[in-house]
Structure formats: structure tokens, C-alpha cells
């Protein structure tokens, strides 16, 4: 390789470095909020009067869900709560009217469970409009984040080999 090229070539190579270091530490820090986008899931639940309505995820540890739902029907109220694998209640909101908002951090794997109780009205159904976003981890990582981390460490190691290159003599 010519002198001209291989200056060229590092020159390249340090620029390349640079945007993937760029584009690195963007996702490592908008992942989350990317991953949310793309996790959005939005339905409705139809809970009758006197029942119980369910809706479970499978968690790895450190994945998370965050939503909100509103309720109509009646007085626009219901009990919700969730459980652990285990059938422990970790979170319970009580009788909730309205719109309510929730997360949750699996601090174990397993089947988690959201509860919509309507056991309490005797006559009138209730819909629930729920919106929900999962972010999943890699080894304790939030996916683009781990992704993000490794574009970076490749963009620092293209910037350091541009750098440093030397022509063959």
C-alpha cells in the first residue's frame, strides 16, 4: 500500500472509529426509550362482574414492564396487583378508578402475573384498556445498551488502529 493510501485508509478507518463510537454511546444511552418504541403492545381486557381477569409475562431477571391502563364500566374502578413466580403479591394498587400507571423490575425468573379483580361489583362489567412496554436484558443488560457498549469498544479500537497504522517498509 502507497504512503498516499495508507494515509487515506487511516483517515478512513479514524472516521468510521468515530461514528461507531457515536452511534455506541447513543444507544447505550436512548436504548431504553428505543426499545420501548418497538415493545409497545395496547388491548383491552374484559373483566365481568364478581371475576378475575389475568395477564402473565415471562421474566428473565432484570427485565422490566412499565404500562398504564384505564378502567370504564360501573364506577370506572377495579382492584389490580401483581405476583411473583412464586405467587407472592409484590404490588398492589388496591381499587383503582380511572387511569393507573405501573412497572415492574423481575427481580427473579419466572411467569408474572397483573391481576384485574372486579370481584367486588356484582352487576357491572368492566373493560380495562391497557398499554404495556417489555424491555428485555442480556446478561443483566438492557439489550441496546449491551449492543451499544460493543459498537463503542469497536469504534475506539478502529480510531486507535487508524492512528497508530504504520506503512511497511
Same mark, same amino acid.
Given at each position: 500500500? &502507497?504512503?498516499?493510501?495508507?494515509?487515506?485508509?487511516? &483517515?478512513?478507518? /479514524? !472516521?468510521?472509529? *468515530? =461514528?461507531?463510537?457515536?452511534?455506541?454511546?447513543?444507544? +447505550?444511552? $436512548?436504548?431504553? $426509550?428505543?426499545?420501548?418504541?418497538?415493545?409497545?403492545?395496547?388491548?383491552?381486557?374484559?373483566?365481568?362482574?364478581?371475576?378475575?381477569?389475568?395477564?402473565?409475562?415471562?421474566?428473565? /431477571?432484570?427485565? %422490566? =414492564? %412499565?404500562?398504564?391502563?384505564?378502567?370504564?364500566?360501573?364506577?370506572?374502578? !377495579?382492584?389490580?396487583?401483581?405476583?411473583?413466580?412464586?405467587?407472592?403479591?409484590?404490588?398492589?394498587?388496591?381499587? /383503582?378508578?380511572?387511569?393507573?400507571? #405501573?412497572?415492574? +423490575?423481575?427481580?427473579?425468573?419466572?411467569?408474572?402475573?397483573?391481576? #384485574?379483580?372486579?370481584? #367486588?361489583?356484582?352487576?357491572?362489567?368492566?373493560?380495562?384498556?391497557?398499554?404495556?412496554?417489555? *424491555?428485555?436484558? *442480556?446478561?443483566?443488560?438492557? $439489550?441496546?445498551?449491551?449492543?451499544?457498549? !460493543?459498537?463503542?469498544?469497536?469504534? =475506539?479500537?478502529?480510531?486507535? =488502529?487508524? /492512528?497508530?497504522?504504520?506503512?511497511?517498509?
Amino acid at each position: 500500500m &502507497k504512503e498516499e493510501e495508507l494515509k487515506k485508509f487511516k &483517515k478512513s478507518l /479514524v !472516521i468510521t472509529g *468515530i =461514528v461507531i463510537t457515536m452511534f455506541g454511546i447513543f444507544s +447505550t444511552l $436512548a436504548g431504553p $426509550a428505543i426499545l420501548t418504541l418497538f415493545t409497545k403492545k395496547t388491548g383491552s381486557i374484559d373483566v365481568p362482574p364478581g371475576n378475575c381477569m389475568t395477564l402473565t409475562f415471562h421474566f428473565d /431477571v432484570n427485565d %422490566e =414492564v %412499565e404500562g398504564y391502563f384505564s378502567v370504564r364500566g360501573g364506577n370506572d374502578d !377495579i382492584r389490580f396487583y401483581i405476583k411473583d413466580p412464586f405467587g407472592k403479591t409484590i404490588y398492589a394498587s388496591g381499587i /383503582v378508578t380511572g387511569r393507573h400507571d #405501573f412497572s415492574l +423490575t423481575a427481580n427473579t425468573e419466572g411467569a408474572y402475573t397483573l391481576y #384485574f379483580e372486579n370481584s #367486588f361489583s356484582w352487576v357491572t362489567p368492566k373493560r380495562i384498556y391497557l398499554t404495556t412496554s417489555v *424491555i428485555g436484558t *442480556i446478561a443483566g443488560f438492557k $439489550a441496546l445498551s449491551l449492543s451499544g457498549f !460493543i459498537l463503542m469498544i469497536l469504534g =475506539v479500537v478502529s480510531i486507535v =488502529v487508524g /492512528v497508530v497504522l504504520k506503512p511497511k517498509r
